[in-house]
């Protein structure tokens, strides 16, 4: 049970294969195999697939299944994406060193006060945890203290997604209704249109999901670990042992919304913009789709589960974009029904077949 | 010797059905005591009041004659001391035999404490003398859920056990087991008591012949008798309860 199993290790030595080719192929290499498009598409699975990790932390170990996970995402790239859109100052259409062009265009005299601070990078990098953390704790005391479980808690997660996304729709909100925030020019002085800086991103979301592994895996190999389980498995029986259930979900929850936060916080400067549509109730059920497809409670599965979707996306809304949502509609019933260990659940078991036969058979059992 | 455990005029109601209708029982330190009852006498409910599950709608509930026990929850309760089998045994079916009793080793709770946590030698040892006791040494290495019905029974009784508490609360720990594991447990509860306090809900008449102890019966959430196990089925309400109808 140590920190890197034999999964984890074979998909963080693909991940750093990954990391090493992607930006060597586009940067580096006569005649740019790599072309730059797909430096920024990989980047944003990347992005996806630490969404995925820490949704699997909640639904996969602790059975919080949650149906508004992309908010914590969403609210992760807004936080970046605000910073992003200070640090265009004067180039902007209207030229306004202080407002963003959006507020210029709403006739706003003066910066909200929500926007202070956001000048700092640091200060972003602070509030992309801090803001879905915080929105996590709220949500969390209340919800797992009254002892909302199950179908209940799911649903009042996706109200909390789609109350979100009609509030960031409104201009009034100030942060840029539906047009969202856009236009970004660079960060910390590097272009975002360039190469480099894009191969920078892909690496940093590398590493972050790397990072959103290792961390989820120390938690989860941990007494704690075992105990998020055991509320999964029988919640009763330990809140009889004296555990207090609520502050351990808290706990989970809110280092998921964190995590989910940096996610998107990658994903915006790598997309170029971050609008409400990110808060959509279908977006975050394609998230629980990914997992499930992976593997649930396997983290490395989430990962691979996201970047299959994602791939899957790309490919087929670019060749029948018409017949996407059935297909993914398609995906989730054959998994749930024929692979409920998900993908990764079928590798290992074909795996575990084919070595010498266990003359026990436990290994048959799995 | 000193009191344990006491309720004082307690009631509790759902939707007007009165499941507790002014219960007073008082239990001893190191008492081993055998709940009997009709199906819904209050035997479960009873526990849910002690073990702060439910909240009563009246009376007083007293841990060691200082601690009210309607202001705790579950796991305020399971802290103080009070250590409880359910009916269908509950175990950590994705977990190993032995991580189930790691995981009720008497421990700090907090998150904290918990997420770094390492186990020591001395749970080591502990750990094995309880499968020791509950006779599952031998599967240790197990999942949970692939124990037979009767083992998982056994496996809950040393989560129990593990916990290390003054009073075990057991619901009709024999249910579903053969003859020769009933008289097993029944001879194991009577060891722990003594140590500890023991409060065992049952059905199974033979099998509370066997524990040998101070019998209540209760009867629509009251105490309808009390006393030994000859002297209740003595008596006429009694009879009239278990056999009248």
Known sequence: ?366 | MSIQLSLDGVNRSFDGFKAINDLSLTVEKGELRAIIGPNGAGKTTMMDIITGKTRPDEGEVLWNQTVDLTRTDEAGSARLGIGRKFQKPTVFETHTVEDNIALSLKDDRSVWATLFDRKTAEQEARISEVLELVKLDGDRARLAADLSHGQKQWLEIGMLLAQDPELLLVDEPAAGMTDAETMRTAELLRDIAGQHTVIVVEHDMEFVRALDCRVTVLHQGHVLAEGSLDHVSANEQVIEVYLGR
């Open chain 1, 1 to 366: 049970m140590g920190l890197i199993d034999r999964r984890m290790g074979i998909f963080l030595t693909g991940l750093f294969i990954l990391t090493v080719a992607v930006p060597a192929g586009n940067l580096w290499m006569e005649g740019q195999p790599v072309p730059s498009y797909i430096v920024s598409l990989l980047g944003k699975y990347l992005c996806y697939a630490l969404l995925a990790v820490a949704l699997d932390l909640v639904w996969g170990f602790t059975g919080i299944l949650s149906l508004g996970h992309g908010a914590f995402f969403a609210l992760g790239g807004y936080a970046m994406g605000m910073h992003l859109m200070r640090e265009i100052g004067d180039r902007g259409v209207y030229a306004n060193p202080e407002l963003p062009d959006f507020m210029v265009f709403l006739n706003y005299q003066e910066l909200p006060w929500f926007w202070y601070g956001f000048d700092q990078f640091w200060f972003a990098c602070l509030m992309v945890l801090l803001v879905p953390g915080a929105l996590a704790f709220v949500f969390g005391w209340f919800a797992f203290r009254s002892r909302v479980t199950g179908v209940y808690l799911s649903i009042i997660t996706q109200a909390m997604t789609y109350a979100l996304m009609l509030a960031f729709f409104r201009n009034e909100m100030g942060f840029g209704g539906n047009n969202g925030l856009t236009d970004f020019k660079d960060v910390l002085g590097f272009d975002l249109q360039s190469d480099s800086t894009r191969a920078g991103l892909f690496v940093l979301s590398a590493i972050a999901l790397a990072g959103g592994l290792l961390l989820a895996r120390a938690i989860t190999t941990s007494k704690l670990g075992q105990v998020l389980v055991c509320i999964r498995d029988a919640e009763d029986r330990t809140r009889f042992l004296g555990y207090r259930v609520e502050g351990y979900k808290l706990f989970v929850w809110v280092v998921s919304a964190m995590m989910a936060g940096v996610a998107g916080a990658l994903y915006t400067p790598q997309v170029g913009i971050i609008n409400p549509g990110e808060f959509s109730p279908a977006n975050s059920i394609e998230i629980v789709i990914w997992v499930a497809l992976g593997g649930r409670g396997t983290l490395v599965g989430a990962a691979i589960g996201a970047i299959i979707v994602a791939a899957a996306k790309t490919l087929l809304t670019g060749w029948f974009p018409e017949i996407w949502l059935f297909a993914l509609g398609a995906l989730f019933i054959f998994v749930t029904i024929f692979m409920p260990k998900g993908v990764l659940g079928v590798i290992e078991g074909a795996l575990a077949k084919r070595p010498k036969p266990q003359p026990d058979g436990k290994e048959a059992e799995v």
